[in-house]
């Protein structure tokens, strides 16, 4: 389950650096040598490229190449925490 996940993953990557260009959330040039943890670390490099989704998983979207758009990692991040924040809020959570 974990590595099939993560083969889907890295085809993802392979298929947006494919695609290249700039960073489509928030347009500036996407580094495409960077990689992805900080040398030394398994911490995500902010700057390094992913393979965002373009309709959110939890919004129906699907997790393959179809649905993959390149975007920083530190963008990416941003978006999420955009998505899921109104299902914390509809949780109570924030209440
Ligand atoms: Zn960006």
């Known amino acids: ?3 099939r996940n993560t083969a889907m993953q890295d085809r993802m990557r392979q298929h947006v650096r494919r695609i290249g260009g700039n960073c489509r959330l928030c347009g500036e040039p996407l580094d495409y040598d960077i990689p992805y ?4 670390t398994r911490k995500p490099n ?3 490229y992913v393979a965002d989704h373009i ?5 129906g979207g699907r997790h393959d190449t179809s649905n993959a758009q390149p975007a920083h ?3 990416n991040s941003k978006k ?7 299902i914390i809020k ?3 959570a924030l209440n």
């Not at 943890?37 to 030394?40: C, K, L, N, R």
């Open 46 to 48: 902010p700057e390094a």
């Open 55 to 59: 309709i959110p998983i939890n919004k």
């Open 37 to 40: 943890f900080i040398p030394g």
């Open 73 to 75: 990692w530190r963008c």
């Open 1 to 3: 389950m974990v590595r």
């Open 80 to 86: 999420r925490a955009r998505v899921d924040a109104p």
């Open 90 to 92: 509809r949780s109570g």
